[in-house]
């Protein structure tokens, strides 16, 4: 079904960033695939990885992919990027 489709959060490997990478914490806009909507997120960094906390399912996110960051308070300023290397479905409970 659609529900198994949407995602809540991912992880990006192989990120650069135009500046420095973002803090934990920082609210960002990603987008996931080349003509999708840039959607609100948070990044953290755990173990010295790029988490990214969607807030709100969104579908269609899988490994491979590649994620564009742009900033949450400049939404056409692109700020960094990687590839999704995992997903953590929506419907699964933490």
């Known amino acids: 079904d659609r529900a198994s ?3 809540r959060s991912f992880t990006v490997e192989e990120t650069s960033w135009t500046f420095d990478p973002p803090v934990s914490g920082t609210r960002v806009l990603v987008q996931h ?6 959607v609100p997120a948070t990044v953290e960094w755990r173990d010295g990885e790029c988490l990214v906390d969607l807030g709100e399912p969104v ?5 491979g ?3 564009a960051f742009y900033g949450g308070d400049a939404p056409d300023e692109l ?3 990687g590839v999704i ?7 699964v409970v933490a």
Do not use: F
């Not at 695939?33 to 840039?38: T, V």
């Not at 290397?85 to 419907?91: F, G, H, L, Q």
């Open 5 to 7: 489709l949407e995602a």
């Open 33 to 38: 695939r080349a003509h999708g909507e840039r």
């Open 59 to 63: 579908e269609a996110v899988a490994p």
């Open 65 to 67: 992919q590649s994620a």
């Open 79 to 81: 700020i960094g990027g």
């Open 85 to 91: 290397s995992a997903t953590v479905r929506a419907d």
